[in-house]
């Protein structure tokens, strides 16, 4: 009798000192931060890809709409939560890499689990049908022929496609003058009312109007050509891949999450953006896959805020010591 108990004793303590299996997780809905409005890009990629990883997962998501503070206030509330898997972020690149060069907040990308990156936009830089250029390199001549003549509409000061525009005109001893608003939308508008010479912001907002005739994109601000823009370049074929500046969707969690339960949610998402009808979405909206997971995704991060950092420097934006 002794030697059954001391078995059943042996046999307990060995099951209630096992670790908690991923297998256990998901075991309840999980709640996916969105630091942006509803119904933004940000927005709509993630609760189509929600779709599929539910699937994937077993488990609904719940998306909260965090907006505020160029997405800062949505990424310090995910900083607090706790890292147990069920409070997950679902954002974009600029909240992480530059707005913490320009105001203080309570998080880094250090301090924050890198789960998963899924997909990737270039921004675009277009023009009014009759501007004097066909193609990115003619595009490119033609600011530096005339400098400080022309405008260009932009996210504002700090935003990520500013960044990327200036990077592109330093490098090519370009003049043009920036012309901040509140965003892709009201930057069309503004450039189809003839306000702005130059249309720069998200590729998707444009397309109707590309197809319409009523603009033409020349230049997309990554390193590979976008199929949904033909007409415009990539910097690769201009010679300077380098300068590549994108906006990035990733997946990021509380700092200490367990790495099981991370590999749970990136293994899921591979699966998830695999369906059809998500990759149709991405090329619609002018999107392809990009999956980068794990520390090759904090690195990811860690380059990108050297590199906005630096150049918010020269342009006398950076406010924080970030």
């Given amino acids: 009798m002794k030697t059954l108990q001391l078995t059943s004793l042996v046999a307990l303590s060995a099951f209630t000192a096992m670790p908690v299996m991923a297998d256990d997780y998901p075991n309840r809905p999980i ?6 409005p509803a119904g933004g890009g940000t927005d709509n990629v993630a609760r189509m890809l929600n779709q599929y990883l539910q699937e994937e997962l ?23 939560a706790k890292p147990d898997g ?22 880094s990308y250090e301090t924050l689990t890198p789960i998963t990156s899924t997909s990737q936009s270039a921004y675009t830089m277009c023009v009014a049908p ?64 003839g306000h702005v010479d130059i249309y720069g912001g998200s590729i998707t907002p444009a397309l109707p109007y590309v197809e319409d005739g009523k603009a033409k994109c020349l230049l997309v601000t990554s390193a590979d050509d976008n199929e949904a823009l033909p007409q415009a370049s990539g910097l690769a074929a201009l010679g300077h891949p380098e300068l590549e500046t994108v906006l990035w969707r990733m997946m990021l ?27 149709a979405f991405l090329t619609s ?11 090759e995704l904090r690195e990811r991060l860690h380059q990108e805020t050297v590199a906005i950092g ?9 406010k924080t010591n970030s």
């Fill in 31 to 36: 709640e996916i931060i969105v630091p942006a």
């Fill in 58 to 80: 077993g488990e609904s998501l719940a998306v909260l709409n965090v907006a505020g503070g160029g997405g800062a206030i949505g990424v310090n509330q995910i900083a607090r």
């Fill in 86 to 107: 069920y409070t997950l972020l679902s954002t974009w690149n600029s909240p992480i890499t530059t707005v913490p060069h320009m105001q203080r907040v309570q998080y």
């Fill in 130 to 193: 009759d501007f004097p250029a066909e193609t990115g390199e003619e595009f490119l001549a033609e600011l530096q022929k005339n400098p400080g003549q022309y405008t260009y509409g932009n996210d504002g000061v700090g935003g990520t496609m500013r960044l990327a525009a200036e990077r592109i005109f330093e490098a090519y001893d370009i003049e043009a003058r920036p012309i901040p608003f509140g965003g892709a939308g009201e930057t069309l508008q503004n450039f189809l009312g």
């Fill in 253 to 279: 969690a509380p700092e200490g999450m367990d790495e099981q339960r991370v590999n749970v949610i990136a293994d899921a998402v591979a699966s998830a953006v695999e369906h059809p009808e998500f990759q």
């Fill in 285 to 295: 909206q002018g999107e392809t896959l990009n999956l980068v997971r794990g520390e």
């Fill in 310 to 318: 630096e150049t918010l420097e020269k342009l006398g934006l950076r």
